[in-house]
């Protein structure tokens, strides 16, 4: 067993799956002889071909136009998409035929797609390189939606994501490509898509968050036991589906939710999650649900961008909100 970081972690999936199938193909800006911008393909090209691992035109529309046809062609194509605020002008491929080519074609038609991209700030970037569009991805159907924050979590989802008949986008923190490091088995193994993960249990409050939120929500939750506060946390890992189960079982215990995403506030699936735990737990409920998120602004440039996103010490002061409603 080795240490990867996430980076390491998505590698080595690809390595192994396009071993194991030849009908994987890796297709992105740069994703070949460059390795990818954050280097997820690094070494890909060296070992099976031009071929098989892609270098595309600045055309993000292209590239899932393409991946699109490769699909339901027979083919298991990983299209990579350099940030996710470069993923608009592909919107079109992605809900009028990689969502709808299942129902379009009465099921004669399937699209094993992975359209794989780097989410969310903290890495001092410039405009369009820090969206987080988990939201706007999962009110799209005929598409799962699924977002790691460990590398033991970014190699066995992305292994289910290209083995899933359908189309799968996954959106990977930025922040935690090298930040994360762990353990990583080298052998081949899945992780179920729609099944949340609770990394640390407690009584009095769950935290719900995904992606590099998690990391904060940890760290709160750290603070909060040197308070005498038992919080859980529960990284939801899989939007669509999602694992309402997990969530409400942790709700009927604690009483207390507090929910943490660095997408703008309004029309977040926070809110999802909120109105979810409001339909089938509201009984159970103490006080309100509180939820800790970016602001309904652009995501400011670095000077600013720690002022925009939740820290633990946001998630620490919610808690407390709810312990005291």
């Not at 660095?262 to 737990?281: L, Y």
């Amino acid at each position: 067993m080795e240490k990867r970081n996430i980076v390491a972690a998505l590698n080595h999936a690809l390595f192994l799956e396009m071993t194991r199938d030849e009908r994987v193909v890796v297709l992105g800006e740069d994703v070949g002889r460059d390795g990818g911008v954050f280097r997820v393909t690094d070494g890909l090209q060296q070992k099976f071909g031009p071929e098989r691992v892609i270098d595309t035109p600045l055309a993000e529309s292209g590239i899932i136009g393409t991946a699109f046809g490769l699909a339901i062609a027979g083919l298991r194509p990983v299209a990579e998409i350099q940030f996710s605020g470069f993923l608009p002008p592909a919107f079109d491929g992605v809900i009028n035929h990689v969502g709808r080519i299942r129902w379009r074609s009465r099921g004669r038609f399937t699209c094993p797609i992975v359209i794989r991209m780097p989410s969310g700030g903290g890495i001092r970037a410039p405009e369009h390189h820090s969206e987080s569009p988990e939201a706007l991805l999962a009110h799209v159907p005929g598409i799962k939606v699924v977002m790691p924050s460990t590398p033991y979590d970014a190699k066995g989802l992305l292994l289910s994501a290209i083995r899933d008949p359908d189309p799968v986008v996954m959106l990977e923190p930025t922040r935690c490509y090298r930040a994360i490091v762990e353990e990583v088995p080298d052998d081949d193994y899945t992780i179920p898509i729609g099944k949340a993960r609770v990394l640390k249990e407690g009584e009095q409050v769950t935290i719900i968050g995904w992606g590099a939120m998690v990391h904060e929500a940890l760290s709160a939750a750290d603070q909060l036991k040197i308070e005498g506060i038992s919080a859980e946390v529960i990284d939801v890992r899989s939007f669509v589906p999602l694992d309402r189960e997990t969530i409400l079982e942790s709700v009927e215990k604690t009483g207390r939710v507090v929910i943490v995403h660095e997408a703008p506030r309004t029309g977040g699936f926070g809110a999802e999650i909120s109105a979810q735990i409001n339909e089938h737990a509201l009984t159970a409920l103490e006080a309100p649900v509180v939820r800790v998120t970016g602001f309904d602004t652009v995501m400011p440039l670095f000077r600013s961008e720690q002022f925009y996103l939740p820290n633990a010490n946001r998630i620490r002061h919610a808690v407390h909100k709810v312990l005291r409603d």
